[in-house]
């Protein structure tokens, strides 16, 4: 699942984090200088002057890389109250993790809970809510078996 933040947003959500973590009220100023860190992988490799590409390969053909130099490019980019940053995270199916964990099919899982087979498809394809009751139920299992 993508999540999209616009840059009041993150201000705003780094004002109730830093208010969390540390209890100190932060007043992020949008119209002030704001940038983000971003360190890149750009290895450096050890030169050869008898490669064909100049670089020292190992026993599988594979460039070796110099340990002696930093592998790391820093850059700086500015990021103000109209620019966006988004993220993925894992969805995770509550429905999915019940049938791989105690293998549980879509029928078990209807029946225990005195639902139509076709209402426990939708929940696991996503394409409704599970209800609120299912989910405890579910919780509750997971809960149970990890203690």
Sequence with gaps: MEIKMMGHELFEAISLYTKAKYGAE??????????VEISEWKPKYLKDANDKYGWLRDEKGHAVVDPKKKQFVDHRLPFGECDEISFYIAETNMIAKVQSRFGYTQQNIADRFDVSLLAVKRWELGLCEIPQYVQDALQTKIQEETA
């Design 26 to 35: 932060l007043v992020v100023d949008i119209d002030g200088h704001c940038t």
